[in-house]
């Protein structure tokens, strides 16, 4: 099997020849640039420094000669700018506070800022502007820095401040769409694009690192108050992004066609380690409706599959998802509260695919030894892959701090059990 | 039950404030307000929170509104004649900006009857360990959530140890859990907002 028939198979809940990977095709099943560096150097790969695409998380990104090294199954289609808003082009080198040289956009480079520890960046990477990002000493991303205005107007709040960030698709992104998704298709790999434009609530989009001059509701404590002091507001929000987001998917469909597998829709966590953001009523009523729109329209004109990260202990909330439409459901945190990997496979595996929960990324992986990552993998792969619905991904990101011989024994086991 | 009460309860901020300044224009005293209808508010709130009938946005709106009423009753009180559980220094490790968690056990400790002082973000050992001196802390709450900056919760735990400082440490952030905290040698840790109140009361005994 072909990675691409690989993953259509699971998708449709059937077990393929192996399980199913991924590493690296979005901004949530990704590797940290200094891993990505290590497992290079692991597998005698050129050296040259790791390209990070994704400047928040500071994630590498798996070049083919990687990608085949690993055995992944995907090739991810990012979206032209970075969460900076910086073309993702004209690298320039830059060596990180831990002395790790890698590739970023000049633009974003040209402007960064080395002040009280750490560093600074600016919003499409001009300096002019109030900063957006700051990587502290000892942390090895850029955490978004509020940019709220004051406290809330609530007689003068108005939807469109809330809309800045998002417009019609212009025939220039959509070139550079067919362009990234016919190279994609070519490796023979399930294609798995970020669109951009459907994410309903996610917090890392209200507080955007990207807005010039950011508008309307932009912090995340303020956010999540809206969800139960503004329902109205949420509402009018989501039904106009929804709306806008099925124009422009109409018109991404009509020029990368069935290239395309996967599509990751909406990143919003509504989990906490031990609880959620919302109630079950209040998510069925106030996100439900409009990922429906988006997930309908896909589902009825495409033979894409639709991805829903949400970090936490989602559990009471997953039912209301699956029926929301979504195919896929990322990371799987196993170790958050009721998340207990065999009840989410008995409960909901012949109805959504698992995309991750392969290991735990907060104690096993960072903190644990070699042969426990090993045991957790073959654990976790024989619960999650029985009749497909499975694509083996870590839970979130793999962190800067993850010793290299952990993830090495990740996938010393990964290729074990697919041989 | 009272207007204030409810409107903390319920996290209206507005009607928190207006309710306040009626409760001191009946003759009643900031320390009376504090403990006949605030502190039962936030009491209240926590409880349904444990019993998963309401979620964080609700904290965060009872918190908001507690802070409110706060802001209008402590010019009013004299040094000395407010009656706290204890003095709180809290913050998010150095190189961690995280912050709505430490924010609303920060708000639930205040709520509740404790001083706070909180430090913000990305803080230093030295940084705890002055503020907790200069302030005569009870307490010393970490917070952490990423698992690349939770590590130097153990050094801060050590060097307020060596520090001699008589104080208790409280640990929390999404990837800790009670066997980090013990192993690191902290005295208490807690889960969510409103157990670390239960946590906090404990530490100081009350």
């Known amino acids: 099997m072909t990675g691409k028939e690989r993953i259509r198979t699971v998708l449709e809940h059937r077990e393929a020849d192996r399980i199913a990977v991924d590493f690296g095709t ?30 928040g998380q500071m994630l590498g990104y798996i070049e083919d000669d990687l990608a085949e090294a690993l055995g992944t199954d995907t090739a991810g289609c990012f979206a032209p700018k970075n969460s900076i808003g910086v073309l993702n082009k004209d690298w ?74 998002y417009s019609e698709i212009d025939d220039e992104t959509l070139l550079y769409w067919k362009t990234v998704t016919d190279r994609a298709a070519q490796t023979g790999r399930a294609v798995v694009a970020g669109f951009g ?31 139960v002091c503004r329902p109205d507001y949420v509402k009018e929000l989501f039904d106009r992004i929804s709306a806008l987001a099925v124009r422009n998917l109409e018109k991404i469909h009509s020029v990368v066609g069935e290239n395309v597998d996967v599509v990751y829709v909406c990143g919003a966590d509504f989990g906490t380690q031990t609880s959620q953001f919302l109630s079950v009523e209040t998510l069925d009523e106030l996100y439900v409706p409009y990922y ?67 290991v735990d990324t907060q104690k096993t992986l960072p903190f644990g030894t070699p042969a426990q990552v090993r045991e957790e993998v073959l654990k976790l792969c024989d619960i999650f892959s029985k009749g ?22 990740l996938m010393d086991t990964l290729k074990e059990i697919r041989s | 039950m009272d207007n204030l009460y409810n409107a903390i309860f319920k996290g209206l901020a507005p009607v928190a404030k207006t309710s306040v300044q009626e409760a001191l224009d009946s003759g009643k005293t900031p320390q009376e307000i504090i403990d006949a209808s605030m502190i039962p508010a936030m009491e209240a709130i926590g409880r349904e929170f444990e019993a998963g009938r309401v979620f964080v946005p609700n904290l965060l709106l009872s918190a908001r509104a507690m802070k409110g009423a706060l802001d209008i ?56 360990i002055e503020a907790a001196r200069e302030n005569e802390a009870d307490i010393i709450c970490l917070s952490a959530l990423l698992t690349t900056t939770m590590d130097y919760m153990k050094d801060i735990v050590d060097a307020v140890r060596e520090s001699g400082l008589d104080v208790k440490i409280m640990v929390g952030g999404a990837p800790l859990t009670p066997d980090f905290a013990s192993g690191i040698g902290a005295d208490g840790y807690s889960s969510n907002a409103n157990e670390a109140v239960a946590v906090a009361k404990q530490l100081v005994a009350v």
């Open chain 1, 26 to 55: 979005t901004p949530v099943t990704g590797i940290h640039c200094k891993v990505v560096e290590a497992l290079r150097r692991h597998y005698g790969l050129d050296d040259h420094p790791v390209y990070v695409h994704e400047p």
């Open chain 1, 92 to 165: 320039k080198e830059y060596r990180m506070p831990w002395g790790q040289v890698v590739m970023l956009p000049a633009k974003m480079v040209d402007s960064f800022t080395p002040k009280d520890g750490g560093l600074y960046t600016y919003p499409e990477g001009d300096n002019t502007l109030p900063p957006s990002g700051y990587m502290p000493e000892r942390c090895y991303f850029f955490d978004s820095i509020e940019r709220q205005q004051g406290e809330i107007d609530d007689d003068n709040l108005n939807v469109e401040d809330n809309l800045q960030e």
């Open chain 1, 197 to 227: 434009g459907m994410a309903l609530g996610d917090v890392a989009r209200i507080i955007s690192m990207a807005i010039r001059e950011p508008r309307g509701i932009r912090s995340v404590a303020e956010w999540y108050m809206s969800t």
């Open chain 1, 292 to 358: 429906k729109r988006m997930n309908d329209w896909i589902h009825q004109n495409t033979t894409w599959k639709t991805f829903k990260h949400c970090c936490g202990a989602i559990y009471p909330l997953l039912d209301s998802l699956i029926g929301a439409g979504f195919d896929i459901i990322n990371p799987v945190q196993i170790a958050a509260k009721d998340m207990d990997p065999q009840r989410l496979k008995d409960e909901f595996g012949d109805r959504v695919t698992f995309w991750g929960g392969g």
């Open chain 1, 388 to 409: 497909g619905g499975f694509v083996y991904n870590t839970v979130h990101n793999i962190q800067a701090n993850v010793p290299v011989e952990n993830v090495v024994a």
């Open chain 2, 73 to 128: 009753l402590k010019p009013l009180m004299m040094a000395g004649q407010t009656t706290t559980l204890g003095t709180v220094v809290i913050g998010t490790v150095k190189g961690d900006l995280h912050d709505i968690g430490k924010n609303l056990v920060a708000s639930m400790l205040e709520g509740r009857g404790f001083k706070v002082i909180n430090l913000g973000t990305d803080v230093s050992k030295e940084r705890f």
